[in-house]
């Protein structure tokens, strides 16, 4: 049976749930207006290990054995791991996948990963291919900044349109039976390039391909804003969401009454983060908490969640190539 | 309806056809004992663009639009393109997919992404969640080379265990729909790691994961390797190929028949290789080529294709971690 909908997007017909949801995040997120919602909150941005990268395999691990927890399961339960992150060659998720020692999927979405995995596993539960699967990412401030930017210790300012990459990890277990949120559609995304070069501009990097993933969602499934009792995006930041709203409004959405960014929700006004946050980490440590909180407590009933990613690497910019940007959505209902 | 066989491997009720295939080498390659199977043999290997990495994404541009064009379908056909490389943040795939403009969906299996793309792309065709898919993925000598290991200009020399990264590029386009080779069967890899640190011997540290995933499959699908015409692995190498056969005697199955590794085959023995072939670009451009010729020819009714990955980064080899493997199979059965 087909389940496309128009262009872009998928209809499941026995809607995959989502039974857990468990979020990590660093001690800078931890002062966060959202900290009470995580599951955990380190201390020490080291995790008390010797490298960055090994706390950031570490809270990723420990997002996916918590997620799995929560859900009363083993990591033998588990088909199939779905996971990327931002480090060259997904470090992150091949060490964590092999300490979970299940069938794994490894995947690249920069920032737009959390729903690329949550895209890519309810397809592989709605279509029979597993049972459960686990969907997770990652960020670390620390590593992100040594691999893209510039040494911490150089201590470079930042340009007022820069965001700050989360220190968290989020992990979504999804599963073909059991109580939990559907996943009643999917929107691929489409790598769209407005020719932005500004390595600290991310926003207005991935604001072109979140409009164009949520026109296409609204068209392939005839909904529209209003039919949302949230639209939220991963990590586009005050400026990218900006923009976001401007260009849906040029296509004929208004996003002015229900829509918020991770991004730009994460860090409070005083805690110095400029346009926001930004990082896998962003947008899977709030909606592995926050988000499916309030989908708990019925506060929403149906919301359209849509992570966004920068695809660019330090040799494509410093060969002077522009950024594309993509944008992965599903919606979710509310379990009863 | 489950399609889950065993505990790794998914059964397709209604397979997934490869339609058509795509394959585009460097000149080295183009000296291979299998040139006269290829589509396309650089000149060059800049491909007339200004640098490497441009060269690289060119020949994936390239690889994608052949095997499109080949099935007699436009780029508008194809619902999904599932593609990724070796590079930093997967640039030559997710370049190429701002070119393609179809949904896209970016992995990383490193040089295990030509049966990682096929799998996945399986899936969703299977599920009905797509007519037809691109799976695709291209290296580069001189990018892999800068990236992961020395500057071409250093002329450092290369130790006996090493295997030299395929120019080359390879694409395949499967379909719900019309005449091609039935992927039958998929196993999922996991990631398996047997401690090899050495980033000069990655057929020693694909091996394992190789042997994993081969024997899941035979026990899930309860098939012995003379069931089938051909067992094919990505690129282990002449090393990593030894200790295939030795891991799967250990388990039991008898390899020695009908065996082959791309990466053994794609250069002759004077053309300085050591242990052969390597890179996503190896199993692509030889399984997009002369392995469905041969499925074409009816020389092969019946065969598994595995490419392998070692999944490492600069950042993980430089904090002496180990380097863990995967590898990803199907089983395809010659189209009527």
């Known amino acids: 049976m087909i389940k496309k909908v128009g262009e872009n997007t998928v209809k499941f017909t026995v809607p995959p749930k989502i039974i857990s949801g468990y979020s990590i995040v660093g001690p800078k997120e931890g002062l966060s207006p959202f900290a009470k919602y995580f599951d955990y909150i380190l201390r020490n941005d080291d995790f008390n290990e010797k490298t960055y990268e090994r706390a950031e395999r570490k809270m990723l691990e420990q997002a996916i054995c918590g997620a799995i927890d929560k859900a009363n399961l083993l990591s033998t339960d588990i088909d199939i791991l779905l996971s990327g992150d931002l480090l060259n060659q997904i470090i992150s998720a091949t060490f964590s996948a092999r ?35 686990a969907c997770a990412t990652c960020s670390h ?12 210790e150089l201590g470079c300012q930042r340009p007022p349109t820069a965001q700050w990459t989360v220190t968290g990890a989020g992990c979504s277990i999804i599963s073909r039976e059991g109580k939990g949120h559907s996943i009643s559609y999917a929107t691929f995304g489409k790598v769209v390039d407005f020719g932005i070069n500004d390595m600290n501009n991310m926003g207005a990097a991935m604001a072109p391909a979140a409009a164009d993933t949520l026109k296409n969602l609204f068209n392939d499934t005839k909904t529209s804003p209003n039919d949302y009792d949230l639209i939220v995006t991963g990590d586009l930041g005050k400026l990218g969401s900006e923009l976001l709203v401007d260009l849906l409004e040029s296509y004929g959405f208004n996003l002015k009454e229900n829509y918020c960014d991770c991004g730009q929700m994460i860090f409070s006004n005083t805690q110095k983060s400029f346009m926001g946050g930004s990082g896998c980490g962003c947008s899977a440590s709030m909606i592995n908490s926050y988000i499916l909180r309030k989908l708990d407590d019925g506060d929403y009933k149906k919301i359209i969640l849509m992570s966004t990613g920068a695809l660019l690497s330090t040799t494509s910019a410093q060969q002077g190539e522009t950024i594309p940007g993509i944008a992965h959505a599903i919606i979710i209902e509310k379990g009863k």
């Not at 920069?110 to 597993?130: H, K, P, R, Y």
């Not at 992100?144 to 911490?152: G, I, N, V």
């Open 99 to 133: 300490q979970i020692q299940t069938s794994f999927i490894g995947l690249f979405g920069a920032c737009s990963t959390m729903t690329e995995s949550l895209v890519v596993g309810a397809c592989l539960i709605d279509g029979g291919f597993a049972n459960k699967v």
């Open 141 to 152: 401030f620390s590593t992100a900044e040594r691999q893209f930017r510039f040494p911490l």
